[in-house]
Nanobody, 120 residues
Framework: QVQLAESGGGSVQTGGSLRLSCAVV????????MGWFRQAPGKEREAVAT?????RTTYPGSVKGRFTISQDNAKIYLQMNSLKPEDTAMYYC????????????????WGQGTQVTVSS
């Protein structure tokens, strides 16, 4: 069973930065595809970054150039710069062992989330 735990959320002003961390524990038969997702109230969960077993990353246009996903052993990180009020959401890390995807429904393993609030 894979377990994930996020940390690093908080409140910042527009233009500020935050770094989220996700600790991954448990049996992993192969290097997983890891993703960071976010969900704001009343909105669908969306991917903000993914990284596959070869280190290839993807970002949606809304965060490209501002967010960076990275991994180091059993942790993944999301560096968020130039934050905007529209980045306010609950942020989740997730893992899956199939073809890396930005579709949240392909990820069976999730952390409990960490809140990010950006004020104007």
């Amino acid at each position: 069973q894979v377990q994930l735990a996020e940390s690093g959320g908080g409140s910042v002003q527009t233009g500020g930065s935050l770094r989220l961390s996700c600790a991954v524990v448990g049996y992993m038969p192969i290097t997983p595809c890891m993703g960071w997702f976010r969900q704001a109230p009343g909105k669908e969960r969306e991917a903000v970054a993914t990284i596959d077993s070869d280190g290839r990353t993807t970002y949606p246009g809304s965060v490209k150039g501002r967010f960076t996903i990275s991994q180091d052993n059993a942790k993944i990180y999301l560096q968020m710069n130039s934050l905007k009020p529209e980045d306010t959401a609950m942020y989740y890390c997730a893992a899956q062992f199939r073809l890396c995807s930005e579709n949240y429904f392909t990820f069976p393993y999730w952390g409990q989330g960490t809140q990010v609030t950006v004020s104007s």
